[in-house]
């Protein structure tokens, strides 16, 4: 069974227009189920819209995506929506956490798009802060932490709804490299031990090489 | 997402305490206004309070209503007794005069029997006493607490009717505030014989309930010739009506103001949507929906409006309060005037919050997260 799956995958931009332009030409492409794979390339390569094309944040021009074996590929914007929060875990290098919302609210967030009832979430997002390391830390703020503690509450937002697939764009890029070394640790354990299916983009080639199968990408293809 | 929306309104005081304050001010200004019209309707409604049963009949004809006409009329159903009125221009002067010509004194005849329906049923004497049944025929008269006040009349003084005709002042009605301060009542017997005419203009009839005497004038109008009759609760409702049209325009242009201030949520929100275009990139890419945008942003909207309605409630209701207090003028706020206060205000908020959480909603988290 595969996690992810991409057939022919293309997508273009300003079609017909003198500059359009292919950020993706005719991707094939499949991750199993518990696979970490991390994609590098050079900028303007393509990473990018290969990540949001499998976080269904963007839809092909042509061909299909394939989440847990459903065609992605079609669906309208509120579907996207519903496979993002169920399947999907996003961890940003920017961590992207909402600044006016204190870490456990943050990390509640996917459920309470999800509709989890109160109960549940405050159990689970406190669980998950404590697996984080960062127990006491709840009623803080953003702003109030460290980068590595931050993308640890990331990484507790990303699993809140206990998706089966982590998509990381460079975690460790605005992180030192004894802090990133950490938050590969926790990617690399979710991904070893709970199974998750751990999809990374990153240009750093040490980290890179962490992962069971490197996909490069160049001018929209993998090479 | 009820405690993200008031996190995200308090991130911004000033701004969003003065757009409240716009709102208060608009609803207040709707809610005085409105006041003002409950008001006299109210003050209206309760000085008829006692008179519902009661449907006026006047002549259309010289002739007036003879002594058959308002034999017939005791005859139709649901009339309980027949209240004969006169109406007499004496040669006084009554002051007030119109582009020169001085308006005489209105003397309003009844028997004796049938005062309490002019003068009110509740309504005391303050000095001397009531017409009474011997004074049919003879020169009396019961005057209205201003009219002895402004003329400096006493018990025992005579009023000239003119030509020389003098009725004595038997007695001086207790203030009302209402139209009995003005009166002059004098027997009907008496101003017959002087007038030497049996026909009156105007006749009081008195239904056996309030609930018939709408049908009462209805049969009145069709049965009697000559005469045309409303019932004074007919005649109410009509007053309301025209009141309640008036005071819509009036509140109106409060209304105005209030959408003025709506205008300025709109402002406040596309701005507070500019601000957070990041943050809701990263909220949909987590899984939002457009819907949850769009009901997020509405939300805040929605409070701000509510809580603006709340203040105007307020704000309302201290204005009619000045009015009652300061001068005198009888404004009520009614539980309506709230609900529509409120409801203007809600409905405000939203429909300002409209497009910039339309906006919001339709932000693509790609571009916002990789360019800002």
């Known amino acids: ?223 | 997402m009820l405690r993200i929306s008031i996190r995200n309104l308090l991130r911004h005081k000033l701004r969003n305490a003065l757009t409240l304050i716009g709102i208060a001010v608009g609803i207040g200004l709707v809610i005085s206004l409105g006041s003002i019209g409950a008001g006299l309707t109210q003050s209206m409604e309760s000085a008829f309070e006692g008179s519902a049963d009661l449907v006026s009949v006047s002549s259309t004809s010289q002739d007036g209503i003879s002594g058959e006409m308002i034999e017939e009329i005791s005859y139709i159903d649901g009339v309980e007794r027949v209240i004969p009125v006169g109406s007499y221009i004496s040669s006084m002067d009554g002051g007030g005069g119109f582009m020169g010509i001085s308006v005489g004194v209105q003397f309003t005849a009844v028997n004796p029997d049938d005062q309490d329906y002019i003068i009110g049923p509740e309504i005391f004497i303050d000095r001397g006493r009531k017409l009474e049944e011997e004074d049919n025929g003879k020169f009396a008269a019961l005057v209205g607490y201003k009219f002895a006040e402004n003329r400096d009349l006493e018990v025992g003084d005579e009023i000239d009717y003119g030509n020389d005709t003098l009725f004595e002042i038997i007695g001086i009605i207790e203030e009302t505030g209402g139209d009995a301060d003005g009166l002059v009542l004098v027997p009907l017997e008496t101003m017959q014989e002087l007038e030497e005419e049996e026909n009156i203009q105007t006749l009081l009839v008195k239904a056996e309930d309030a609930e018939v005497s709408e049908t009462v004038a209805e049969d009145i109008n069709m049965n009697i010739d000559d005469v045309i009759a409303i019932s004074y609760k007919a005649l109410v409702r009509q007053i309301s009506e025209a009141l309640g049209t008036v005071n819509l325009a009036v509140m109106g242009i409060g209304a105005v103001s209030a959408i003025v201030a709506g205008l300025m949520i709109t402002v406040v929100m596309i701005m507070s949507v500019t601000e957070r275009r990041r943050e809701i990139g990263i909220m949909k890419a987590i899984g939002a929906t457009e819907g949850m945008i769009l009901k997020q942003v509405l939300q805040e909207s929605g409070i701000i409006g509510l809580i603006g309605g709340i203040l105007g409630v307020a704000v309302g209701w201290s204005g009619a309060f000045l009015m009652n207090s300061l001068f005198d003028f009888p404004a009520a706020v009614t539980l309506w005037l709230v609900i529509l206060g409120m409801g203007f205000a809600l409905i405000l908020g939203m429909g300002a919050g409209l497009y910039p959480a339309w906006n919001a909603s339709r932000l693509d988290p790609i571009q916002v997260l990789r360019y800002e």
């Open chain 1, 1 to 223: 069974m595969s996690s992810v799956k991409l057939e022919n995958v293309k997508r273009f931009y300003n079609i017909g227009k003198t500059n359009e332009f292919r950020a993706l030409k005719s991707i094939d492409l499949a991750i199993d189920k518990g696979e970490f794979i991390s994609i590098i390339g050079p900028s303007g390569s393509g990473k990018s819209t290969l990540l949001n094309m499998i976080g269904c944040l963007d839809t092909p021009t042509e061909g299909k995506v394939y989440i847990e074996d459903s065609d992605v590929s079609k669906l309208n914007s509120s579907e996207r929506a519903k496979i993002r929060r169920e399947s999907i875990g996003f961890v940003f290098q920017q961590f992207n956490l909402i600044r006016s919302l204190t870490c456990i609210e943050n990390i509640e967030l996917p459920m309470e798009f999800a509709g989890t009832g109160r109960d549940e979430m405050i159990k689970r997002s406190q669980k998950l802060l404590d697996i984080m390391g960062l127990g006491d830390k709840g009623n803080q703020i953003p702003s109030e932490m460290s980068g590595g503690e931050q993308q640890r509450v990331a990484i507790a937002r990303a699993l809140a709804n206990n998706p089966q697939i982590i998509l990381a764009d460079e975690p460790t890029g605005n992180l030192d490299t004894k802090t990133g070394e950490k938050i590969m640790e926790v990617l690399i354990d979710l991904n070893r031990n709970e199974n998750k299916t751990l999809i990374m983009v990153t240009h750093d080639n040490e980290i890179a090489d962490v992962a069971d199968r490197i996909v490069r990408m160049q001018d929209g293809k993998i090479v």
